[in-house]
């Protein structure tokens, strides 16, 4: 089973809509994947899920379910201690840090700044769900 820091927008894009994202989500929900979160992950899907643009895919409770149901199925490690600057985008750095800290396997993330990042396995949401089930 892999352990993976996944990146909030991955968990956003599961929120919201079908996909690779939501696989991952899924491929926790079955215990194929555990995903490794802080509270930092968790307070920035709890943030960006909170503002209204959200409700044209789901209502307020849906969005509150899909963050309980993340905290609930997520290992929760605290906050780095430490966030050296890794990425192009410093709000990133923490994901990477989170990574090191809790020595998951991999991050998940569609961001290109992270799949720049040196000396880290970073997987797109595709390339977990294809590592998990060995086909996309």
């Excluded at 926790?28 to 802080?38: F, K």
């Excluded at 989170?98 to 970073?122: E, F, N, R, W, Y």
Aim: one cysteine or more.
């Amino acid at each position: 089973m892999y352990r993976v820091v996944v990146d909030p927008n991955v968990l956003i894009s599961a929120a919201i809509a079908r996909g690779n994202p939501h696989r991952v989500v899924d491929l926790a929900a079955s215990g194929l994947v555990t995903i490794v979160a802080s509270p930092l992950l968790m307070e920035e899907l709890r943030m960006v899920l909170a503002r209204d643009k959200f409700l044209r895919w789901r209502t307020r409770e849906e969005l509150d379910r899909f963050v309980a149901d993340i905290e609930q199925l997520a290992e929760l490690a605290p906050n780095p201690a430490k966030v050296p600057s890794a990425c192009r985008d410093p709000h990133d750095d923490y994901l990477v840090a989170l990574l090191h800290d809790t020595d998951a396997d991999a991050l998940c993330s569609g961001d290109q700044d992270l799949h720049d990042v040196k000396h880290i396995t970073v997987w797109t949401p595709a390339a977990l769900v294809k590592a998990v089930l060995g086909h996309p």
